[in-house]
């Protein structure tokens, strides 16, 4: 059985963060272990606050599970502070190079920078070093519409600023990532449009191929944690073998299948049905 990570915040809702994460993981069949970068106060009503995890934690927790569990993927959502940005660079710079000319280790950054609700979970100085220092490591970035539009600072109306932000985004990384590591390929973009009108998905490949991932809306109030649930369902399926188109497409049919099964749990926007592959078998 495959190890795949999350490095992220701790939800105590389970709506989304590393327990919804490790959810994930086990409905593909993957053993999920997790790196919390956040301690968050909230309920299906919203997020109350936020308290970053001390960078020695952090890091303490990378190396130790590092040495006994090591990931075949990495999944990273809230990552707080721009100390724990260093610590999670310093670690994927170390997969990367542990993992050259061998096995491939794919790293997918969800760039959470506020709740739905409207919490902030990154400073503005944070977020310059997201995107400076840890956005062109990794091969894959899924941001939805408000953090594409925050990352390049486009606006974003419909499908075709969604991509012009997109390659905009790729672009962008790609140029830090060969000033930083020259031999790195470009980031992979899985753009989010779930906030459109028609809420199509974007998947851009590191090479530039554009594939348009079809959506229709779901009326539910189960909607807690779908960006969160899309990027860690990815990883999985590339893990799995999947090339990224199939990955994102199975990835999409498993978020809008857990939420068309989800049960009414709490008063807000309540979780999904995020074990339904397990239940249905």
Request: hydrophobic share 40%; aromatic share 4%; with cysteine.
């Amino acid at each position: 059985m495959n190890t795949v990570l999350t490095i992220a915040g701790f939800d105590p809702s389970s709506g989304a963060g590393i327990t919804a994460d490790l959810a994930v993981f086990a409905a593909h069949g993957l053993f999920g272990t997790s790196a919390i970068t956040a301690f968050t106060v909230q309920s299906t009503k919203g997020v109350k606050a936020s308290h970053p995890v001390d960078p020695t934690v952090l890091s303490e927790t990378l190396e130790c599970l590092d040495g006994d569990l090591p990931p075949a993927g990495v999944k990273i959502g809230i990552v707080s502070t721009k100390d724990n940005i260093s610590v999670i660079n310093r670690y994927i710079r170390h997969l990367k190079a542990k993992n050259s000319g061998q096995s491939f280790t794919p790293a997918v950054l969800d760039p959470i920078l506020s709740s739905s609700s409207g919490r902030q979970f990154l400073h503005p100085d944070a977020v310059e070093v997201l995107k400076s220092e840890l956005l062109p490591l990794v091969d894959w970035v899924t941001p939805n519409v408000a953090e594409l539009a925050a990352l390049t600072g486009l606006t974003i109306e419909g499908p075709e600023d969604l991509l012009a932000a997109a390659r905009a985004l790729q672009a962008q990384l790609s140029g830090q990532s060969k000033q930083s590591q020259p031999e790195c390929k470009a980031v992979g973009v899985l753009a989010k449009g779930g906030h459109l009108d028609k809420p199509d998905d974007l998947l851009l490949t590191p090479d530039g191929e554009a594939h348009w991932l079809e959506g229709s809306r779901i009326e539910t109030n189960a909607t807690h944690g779908t960006g969160c649930a899309l990027s860690s369902a990815f990883l999985s399926q590339l893990v799995l073998g999947d090339d990224p188109v199939e990955a994102a497409c199975n990835a999409k049919h498993y978020v809008a299948e857990a939420m068309r099964r989800a049960p009414r749990i709490g008063s807000g926007k309540g979780p999904m049905e995020l074990l339904w592959p397990l239940r249905s078998t």
